[in-house]
């Protein structure tokens, strides 16, 4: 493995510790049910807030799943599914949903650092004999 290839997974890293920190610190809030205000009156706003636990167990759940190594795929589709919910609750209240989309704009640069292989359906990861790769339409069908 190269020096720069372990960056770029220590960067990822770093970036997902970063995303699971913070997620982990407001489930916390939610699990005990004593939420900020403003997060409690937003869930409120949204009719969520008997599902605060929940809410706040799959958060904790999602972030664990992110750090440890051999679940961060899963942590990825789970974090995306989360700041996904967070940015549609945020449009139905039509408040700024700007930070969440940086949150999941944040993950998965951290998963294409960290784990580069969940994105191999998206460029051919082998060459034909001939070292040509047909990139024609017909091929990519």
């Given amino acids: 493995m190269s020096n720069s290839t372990n960056w770029f997974k220590i960067g990822g890293l770093v970036l997902h510790v970063l995303i699971a920190a913070l997620m982990i610190y407001a489930s916390l809030g939610k699990v005990t049910g004593s939420p900020p205000a403003e997060i409690f009156e937003s869930l409120r706003k949204a009719g969520l807030e008997e599902h605060l636990r929940l809410i706040g167990f799959g958060e904790l759940i999602t972030a664990i799943?992110?750090?440890?190594?051999?679940?961060?795929?899963?942590?990825?589709?789970?974090?995306?599914a989360f700041w996904g919910g967070a940015i549609c609750t945020h449009m139905g209240l039509h408040t700024s949903y700007v930070f969440q989309s940086v949150l999941l704009a944040l993950t998965w640069v951290g998963a294409y650092l960290r784990i580069p292989a969940m994105f191999s359906s998206f460029w051919p990861t082998s060459v034909p004999a001939s070292g040509k790769v047909d990139t024609s339409a017909s091929s990519l069908a």
């Fill in 65 to 80: 799943l992110l750090i440890v190594p051999w679940t961060a795929s899963l942590g990825v589709l789970l974090a995306s």
